[in-house]
């Protein structure tokens, strides 16, 4: 409950990994809960990040290692709000579309009945 409380005072969503072990190839379950709070994102440009963000148009990549792109950024979300607003509305209808629990459970289900004796 306190994290749902905190995600809804925010309105943009960090992730700066560096690209080091499985942070340089995968992605963060940190992005699906700002995804699901309804936030942009701004996360690093390298791995599976840019594409999963120009796909979902819900946020930009930057270089994790340019501390002025990602200023830039920021001061980008502040200056655009309707477009941040629509980026965050995207990301959260694709959760609740596509990556819920209520999703997995329907699909785990599923599952479950095909392998059932």
Not at 82 to 110: C, F, P, Q, T
Request: hydrophobic share 45%; aromatic share 12%; glycine share 8%.
């Amino acid at each position: 409950e306190s994290l749902v409380e905190y995600y809804n005072k925010i309105n943009l969503g960090l992730i700066l990994y560096r690209p080091v072990g499985q942070y340089g190839k995968a992605t963060a379950i940190k992005l699906y809960e700002y995804m699901a709070a309804g936030v942009p994102v701004i996360v690093p440009d390298h791995g599976d990040w840019p594409r999963i963000i120009e796909q979902l148009g819900i946020g930009v990549a930057v270089n994790v290692f340019d501390v002025d792109a990602q200023i830039e950024s920021i001061r980008w979300f502040q200056r655009n709000p309707r477009v941040a607003n629509e980026m965050g509305r995207r990301g959260r209808d694709y959760v609740n579309n596509h990556a819920s629990w209520k999703i997995a459970e329907a699909v785990l289900l599923k599952m479950y009945a095909a392998i059932s004796i």
